[in-house]
């Protein structure tokens, strides 16, 4: 019989100790802010707006002169018309579809994936 020899395993055992914790944090969070979902980093790859806020207020979809989205002012939006928003300034088909991208970029950055 021989043996082999493998560098690096306390590494690996760190960085999935790493892993679940991160994953264990994830599972407790119970919201995430839409500027953190929709960060900068991911507003950039995926429009020409630097964060949502811009996004929004840039969609005249919202009542004139408004310089700061609030809950009330975005729900009010028309989800037809938000859609079609989406599909003619993002990377994206829908509003779901950012939603769930981002979502996933999220799970990944917080997780260290």
């Keep these: 019989m021989f043996e082999i ?3 690096g395993i306390k ?3 760190d960085t999935l100790n790493h892993l679940q914790k991160n994953v264990e944090e994830l599972e407790e969070k119970k919201e995430i802010s839409i500027g953190e979902l ?3 980093e991911f507003m950039n790859k995926y429009t020409k707006w630097n964060n949502f806020n811009d996004f929004i ?3 005249k979809l919202v009542p ?3 310089t ?3 809950k009330e002012i975005f729900e009010a939006i028309p989800d037809k018309e938000f859609n079609e928003y989406v599909t003619n300034n993002s990377s994206f088909e829908s ?3 950012m939603l769930q ?6 799970v990944k950055r917080k997780s260290g994936l």
Excluded: M, R
Aim: no cysteine.
């Design 38 to 40: 929709l960060n900068e």
């Design 5 to 7: 020899k493998i560098d």
């Design 101 to 106: 991208t981002a979502l996933k970029d999220y």
């Design 64 to 66: 004139e002169g408004t």
């Design 95 to 97: 509003w779901i579809e």
């Design 68 to 70: 700061v989205l609030t």
């Design 11 to 13: 590494e690996v055992v």
């Design 57 to 59: 207020i840039n969609s």
